[in-house]
């Protein structure tokens, strides 16, 4: 596939390892959470761009979730993409120090990081939308935009220390392996084996159940949706689009009216579509292809979302008693995410355990295991931590993707409401 073209408009040649942020499971699951927000007049618009329209009327024109994990498939291809897939700050160093991004700022060259890349990638789908790029660029685009987004939801792809984790050892079940590894995928594959049996059925939301596509992730979304977007996190949804108002505040004359309206999933629909309605005016007006460095603005603040992300890191991910005998070790040279393990479908991060949800994918190692017992893997599955994180990275994509793609009529004369009637019982 030719990349030349948004290769040059995303960040120029770079020269950088290869890496890989949630494995295909938590991607296509973020994708997914993701395609069941979309307004109806988005998903059509996404399938063109992808050059992919099913025939069959049961199902939608495509997926989300296969092009999720393209920038990590493909990667062999494009070792310039690398650095957009993480960031980190010179003076992070977790648990000890959290730096997001600190007196020194972003370690790496400016906005050559996920936070530039979703600024840039947005921004050349606006293009596409303007009628001033090709639909190669926003092909492209549009699967490094659903990739970053997903990037931006994993502790460990905000910091560099130790290549994000990749050089420190842990042990897992008994089991070696790494702490980016633990987080790409380990985690995620034993919560599969442990989804309560009752979510292997439909729930009774045709949203939902229309943009599942028989993956073996599927009771886990049900379940996601279910006890958490609409019911833990109910009332917080809406605040995960939220974005600091910049110092140059715009006047109350300048602000968008559009009527507001409740879906049956609790929060406003409109607050997935309204707060992100200045994106293609913001963004042609504030990014051009020579973009030398970006920031939030008040529709677009990927920096803002990661900040509570990156706390985890030295809350619980990183924990500190890897810094301490016998788990201290040679740290990792240089900064970088370059991960030591092969791309992996969510079939073959399953296999990796057994029935009952144990880790049986690695060598044996006599080493004390500090990453399997309730104080760490207890606290990640009471708190719902994977879950929730994974919902954020869904909703917020379907704000991006909503902004840029649904027609303004959509949000008229109850024109939303329609489209939610469909959750109704």
């Known amino acids: 596939m030719k990349l030349s073209a948004v290769s040059a408009l995303l960040v120029g040649c770079l020269s950088a390892p290869g890496v890989f942020a949630w494995g295909a499971a938590g991607h296509e699951i973020v994708a997914t959470i993701a395609q069941i927000h979309l307004h109806p007049t988005v998903l059509p618009k996404l399938c063109t761009i992808l050059n992919y329209t099913s025939t069959n009327p049961n199902e939608p024109q495509c997926h ?41 700022g972003w370690a790496g060259s400016t906005d050559k990081n996920v ?57 897992f079940d008994g089991r070696q392996t790494n702490l980016h590894s633990l987080w790409d995928g380990l985690l995620i594959a034993k919560t599969l084996r442990t989804v309560p049996r ?8 045709p949203q939902v159940e229309y943009n599942l596509r028989g993956a073996i992730y599927d009771s886990w ?23 600091p108002v910049p110092e140059t505040q715009v ?23 309204s707060l992100w309605n200045y994106l293609s005016t913001s963004v042609s007006a504030s990014f051009s292809p020579t973009i030398t460095e970006v920031s939030d603005t ?15 890191n030295c809350d619980l991910v990183w924990p500190a008693a890897l810094d301490e005998p016998p788990y201290i070790q040679a740290q990792g040279h240089g900064y970088g995410h370059d991960d030591d393990h092969a791309w992996l479908s969510p079939e073959d991060e399953l296999a990796m355990f057994d029935n009952s949800g144990r880790f049986v994918g690695t060598g044996d190692n006599d080493q004390v295991d500090t990453t399997s017992g309730r104080e760490y893997t207890g606290v990640i599955a009471d708190q719902r931590i994977l879950e929730k994180l ?4 869904g909703i917020r994509l ?17 024109g939303d409401r329609k489209v939610l009637s469909v959750f109704m019982d």
């Open 398 to 414: 379907a704000g991006v993707l909503n902004s840029l793609f649904a027609d303004d009529d959509g949000l008229q004369e109850g």
């Open 298 to 312: 008040e529709s677009l603040c990927p920096q803002h979302w990661a900040q509570p992300i990156h706390k985890l």
């Open 64 to 104: 989300l979730a296969p092009i999720s994990t393209w920038a990590d498939r493909f990667k062999y291809r494009m070792r310039w993409s690398a650095a957009l897939h993480y960031v980190g700050a010179r003076d992070d160093y977790p648990s000890k120090t959290c730096a997001f991004p600190g007196e020194h």
């Open 221 to 243: 979304i049900r379940r996601i949706m279910w006890e958490g977007i609409l019911g833990e996190w109910k009332d917080e949804v809406s605040s995960w689009l939220t974005c």
């Open 115 to 171: 936070l530039g890349g979703i600024h840039n990638t947005t921004y050349l789908l606006d293009e596409w939308t303007q009628g001033t790029s090709s639909v190669h660029v926003a092909d492209e685009a549009l699967r490094f935009l659903v990739h970053f987004i997903g990037d931006l939801h994993m502790p460990l792809h905000l910091t560099g220390r130790d290549r994000g984790g990749n050089s420190v050892k842990v042990l």
């Open 251 to 273: 006047t109350a004359e300048s602000q968008p009216m559009v009527p507001a309206s409740t879906s049956t999933f609790g929060y406003t629909w409109n607050s997935i579509i």
């Open 198 to 205: 009752k979510y292997d059925h439909p729930l009774p939301l």
């Open 390 to 393: 994974m919902a954020q990275g």
